[in-house]
């Protein structure tokens, strides 16, 4: 049993700062991709940003502003989010997943954290 689970997510002003932190706990194999996804109120769900063991990969979106951080051995992840604007409000999910060697796929998301920027 995998779980997945987010923390740091609250209100901040426009132009502030919010840390976001990942945990995944159980049989996770190492080479996995973490990363971080978002959905605001009447919108899809979105890719923010994601990290393997030698990349990471942003949204057009959030470069410049957002850094995604962590260790994927240790099955943890951060999303550093800077100068936030108010279009950045939205639920965060947590998500890890990977491909085994034989093919198999596997993919947990965590419950989310509300991230609110107020104008």
């Known amino acids: 049993q995998v779980h997945v689970a987010e923390s740091g997510g609250g209100l901040v002003q426009a132009g502030g700062s919010l840390r976001l932190s990942c945990a995944a706990s159980?049989?996770?194999?190492?080479?996995?991709?973490m990363g971080w996804y978002r959905q605001a109120p009447g919108k899809q769900r979105e890719l923010v940003a994601t990290?393997?063991?030698?990349?990471?990969n942003y949204a057009d979106s959030v470069k410049g502003r957002f850094t995604i951080s962590g260790d994927n051995a240790k099955n943890t992840v951060y999303l550093q989010m800077n100068s936030l604007k108010p279009e950045d409000t939205a639920v965060y999910y947590c998500r890890v997943s990977w491909t085994r060697w034989d093919k198999n796929a596997y993919d947990y998301w965590g419950q989310g954290t509300q991230v609110t920027v107020s104008s």
């Open positions: 990290m393997t063991r030698s990349s990471t």
């Open positions: 159980g049989a996770i194999f190492s080479r996995n991709v």
